[in-house]
């Protein structure tokens, strides 16, 4: 009932109320500047009332919880807008380092050198015989290989800072994530559903804020009031007490999980973008993959794509020229024949009709694009072979596909009685092939394999002839080698029952199968094969597939199973020593080796091979030659004639130094090994060495060996990083070639055609770039400055921008949740009155009990 004693608690209630509220106001205040803290206020209630005889007395005031000022859809969407902008400014703070590598100022910028550099040629070809004006065009050519080197080592360099920002981004990840797991616990097991721990709630958001800024996540609260995040990709990264980890790798952000066994798996995380990461990471990551190398289409691949352009198109116009002086000593290429990994694979016919989506293969962490089916061919997947290859060079990667050339003829006709002891003759890539036929067996000898009135017999015939005819051309000439065999069609080996096919015999070799003689009208239309030039395509190819990389393994990712090396041959776990059946993955390198090929080789690495150099592409071998003239001591030719040296079907520097030395041998009536020019191959590198006083020079070239071989040329190396000037020119500057020598061996020393067609390049318009269209030069180079400048100021403005959004979307929050100090110092002023009012209560109940004390004792 309503008394004395019901005041005293009432003012108690209330003292102690107003007491903790502000203490609540005085934590609001100490708060003020603390990140991430959320404003808390202490939720009154009155207590139930007590009836009394004229109805329900109140009892007064209880605090009831301290609840924080919160306001959920708000900070998601600022956890979300933090990871935006912090992925701008970590792509703009870069790109900022970035851009002053293609920092054009005057004087040293690329444009400026590259034209300074032609017109040092222009100058050269007013007084070519000048030593001075010879040094300059030398000197220029340093500069812009120092500008090149330079601009190389900053993108290196910026590369590296970046790795480094991520390495230590991934730890403050992992370590953000355990933070958070650990504040779950305590958050989990230390709530009730009135008593909230409000700080140590703040502390989790600001944690999972500041891990926003890193990668982009989503999250949400459990029953139990822990908080579950997950990357974008649905990888989770804190889950009750758990927390999960990344790990960067130089290329990719992987997600880590260890199982009961110590064993650790790393998924790429997402697509392996940086648009699939977000935050500072997938910002830097932005950047990063600008910047890395073998990415023809990025920044630094575009910049190497310049440099290879440049060093291409002088070294072709120089290698064909000559200088003041011919090469009297030995003459080393600069350029290494590499030891190149070889792969060879048969694609699979079960499957040639399906289609391979694009993606699903990886090589050398280049996608490969759509690969599409084909029906197969007489028992060979011919048209999924070449689409294959196809895709695989389009992908860009260091590993370059090619098809082995096959030929196959219609069925035989058999021969009749009257063409009995007629002489078939043809040739096959010019070696002469000759058969006398025989009806009925009465030659003497007799046809090797039966009368010729059997399809059967006339094919098997005809290929036992060419064979010997091969045989017996490569015994007796040393080049241009016939690499290449002849079979009877099965119908299941590329061509129908009784044909005659012939194919190449060295892998990836797509040299032409050239037959020639034939006349379709007489006995020879029997053989059912045409006149005519067959390179490999999608209907004159083996099926099998070789893959060449001279930079080091390959290696092919085809998701989590053979599914798909299957469709290519590649499953099963036999290639290479690291091969595991069934995982999907293959890396082999240069030691390993797959199978056999048609010819029964066993295929693994090919020394000095001809696709070990880094312009290998522009190695044209069909019907090709370049010419050397020999001088004799006295400056007299030493033959009226250049020395013509085929290029045909060579394969490895081996090859090239056998073609020259029988070359030289034939035009001089001397054997090789007495010859006036001497080829040999010394660390995978081509030395030419005049003897007896001779001396040589080069002349036209239709094979581009010499500029890929690095003879006789301006520049070395093939990128930004590996350009320089040529010693051999450096050192001897008499060796640059400004003239060219004319047709009967003359070398003038006032002759300047080659420095025109030097020049000529500055105004090419169809220069080549790998992954890039053709270009001028300069061109190229414009196109990619422009578009680091544009990606830079296009970033810089998206920054600014959403740093106003970011702005206002703190401010909206701190309208909800931040702590105003006037707010708290009239709530402090307020509840100090109450407190006050409280305590003046407890006096009043005091004075009362007193004085009806004192009644009571008189």
Not at 836 to 852: G, V
């Amino acid at each position: 009932m309503a008394g004395i004693s019901h005041v005293l608690n009432m003012a108690k209630e209330a003292l102690v109320t107003h007491q903790l509220a502000i203490g609540v106001t005085g934590h609001n205040v100490a708060n003020v500047n603390t990140p991430g803290y959320s404003r808390q206020t202490l939720g009154l209630t009155t207590p139930g009332a007590s009836p009394i005889g004229v109805g329900y007395i109140g009892n007064g005031v209880r605090g009831e919880q301290v609840e924080r000022s919160y306001d959920r859809f708000m900070v998601q969407r600022l956890v979300d807008q933090e990871s935006k902008l912090s992925n701008l400014e970590a792509q703009n703070q870069s790109m900022r380092v970035v851009e002053t590598a293609f920092n054009e100022a005057p004087g040293m910028a690329v444009n400026d050198l590259m034209s300074q550099f032609w017109s040092s040629w222009q100058d050269l070809s007013t007084n070519p015989e000048f030593i001075s004006s010879r040094q300059t065009v030398v000197q220029q050519g340093h500069l812009i290989n120092e500008q090149l080197h330079m601009m190389s080592a900053e993108i290196a360099q910026s590369r590296q800072d970046i790795s480094s920002n991520l390495q230590a981004a991934v730890l403050d990840v992992n370590e953000l994530t355990k933070q958070i797991a650990g504040l779950n616990v305590q958050i989990s097991s230390g709530e009730s559903d009135i008593n909230k721990m409000n700080d140590i709630r703040d502390q989790r958001d600001q944690l999972t804020q500041e891990l926003g800024q890193f990668v982009d996540i989503n999250y949400f609260e459990m029953a139990n009031g822990s908080y579950t995040i997950l990357l974008q990709d649905g990888h989770s990264l804190v889950e009750n007490d758990q927390a999960w980890s990344v790990k960067w790798d130089d290329r990719n952000l992987n997600w880590q999980t260890t199982n009961a066994n110590g064993q650790t798996t790393l998924t790429v995380i997402g697509d392996g973008s940086s648009d699939s990461l977000g935050g500072k990471m997938g910002g830097w990551m932005k950047v990063h993959d600008q910047l890395v190398e073998g990415e023809p289409e990025n920044y630094l691949g575009r910049l190497d794509a310049l440099a290879n352009a440049l060093i291409r198109e002088v070294n072709q116009a120089h290698s064909q020229g000559v200088g003041l002086e011919r090469f009297s000593d030995a003459l080393k290429s600069t350029t290494p024949a590499a030891n190149t990994t070889r792969l060879l694979t048969t694609v699979e016919t079960s499957t040639a009709l399906a289609d391979i989506a694009a993606g699903t293969l990886t090589i050398n962490n280049r996608e490969v694009g759509h690969i599409e089916g084909a029906v197969a061919v007489y028992g060979l997947a011919m048209g999924k072979t070449a689409n294959t290859m196809e895709a695989i060079n389009a992908s860009l990667s260091d590993v370059k596909a090619s098809l082995t050339t096959l030929v196959a003829g219609e069925a035989v006709t058999p021969m009749t009685l009257s063409e009995h002891d007629t002489v078939l003759n043809f040739t096959i890539n010019n070696v002469p092939i000759s058969y006398t036929v025989d009806f009925d067996g009465t030659l003497v000898p007799p046809a090797l394999n039966g009368p010729d009135s059997s399809p059967a017999n006339l094919a098997n015939n005809i290929v036992a002839a060419i064979n010997t005819a091969l045989a017996v051309h490569n015994a007796t000439n040393t080049v241009p080698k016939a690499t290449l065999t002849a079979e009877v069609g099965t119908g299941n080996n590329g061509g129908v029952l009784n044909s005659i096919i012939l194919k190449n015999t060295n892998p990836g070799d797509e040299s032409l199968i050239t037959i020639a003689g034939l006349d379709g009208a007489t006995t020879e239309a029997n053989l059912g094969l045409i006149n005519d030039s067959y390179g490999a395509d999608a209907t004159h190819n083996t099926g099998e597939l070789t893959l060449f990389n001279h930079q080091g393994p390959i290696n092919i990712n085809g998701g989590s199973s053979d599914l798909y090396l299957a469709h290519l041959g590649l499953d099963g776990g036999t290639f290479g020593t690291s091969d595991i059946a069934g995982d999907g993955q293959i890396t082999y390198e240069y030691t390993d080796s797959s199978n056999t090929n048609i010819a029964g080789i066993t295929v693994g690495g090919l020394s000095a091979a001809m696709v070990g150099y880094a312009y290998s592409d522009e190695i044209n071998t069909d019907g090709t030659s370049f010419q050397i003239w020999l001088y004799n001591s006295d400056d007299t030719l030493a033959l009226p004639q250049a020395v013509e040296v085929p290029m045909d079907r060579v394969y490895t520097l081996q090859d090239v130094a056998a073609s020259i030395n029988s070359a030289v041998a034939e035009a001089s009536g001397m054997s090789p090994s007495n010859s006036w020019l001497r080829a040999t191959v010394q660390d995978n590198k081509l030395v030419l060495t005049p003897r007896g006083g001779h001396s040589f020079a080069f002349g036209g070239d239709t094979s581009n060996f010499l500029a890929t071989a690095g003879l006789n040329t301006f520049f070395t190396g093939h990128d930004a990083a590996t350009i320089g000037v040529n010693e051999a020119v450096a050192n001897s500057l008499e060796f640059l070639a400004a003239g060219q020598v004319n047709d009967h061996g003359e070398i003038f020393k006032g002759d300047e055609s080659n420095v025109l067609l030097m020049t000529n390049i500055q105004r090419q318009e169809d220069i080549r770039f790998k992954g890039a269209s053709n270009n001028t030069l300069e061109g190229h180079y414009n196109g990619l400055v422009a578009s680091v400048g544009l990606e830079g100021r296009s970033v810089e403005r998206d920054f600014e921008y959403n740093t106003l959004i970011t702005n206002q979307m703190r401010e909206m929050r701190d309208a909800t949740s931040g702590v105003n100090l006037d707010e708290e110092m009239a709530n402090l002023i307020k509840f100090q009155h109450a407190y006050t009012a409280a305590a003046k209560l407890i006096s009043i109940s005091d004075e009362m009990l007193q004085t009806l004390l004192n009644s009571v004792n008189r």
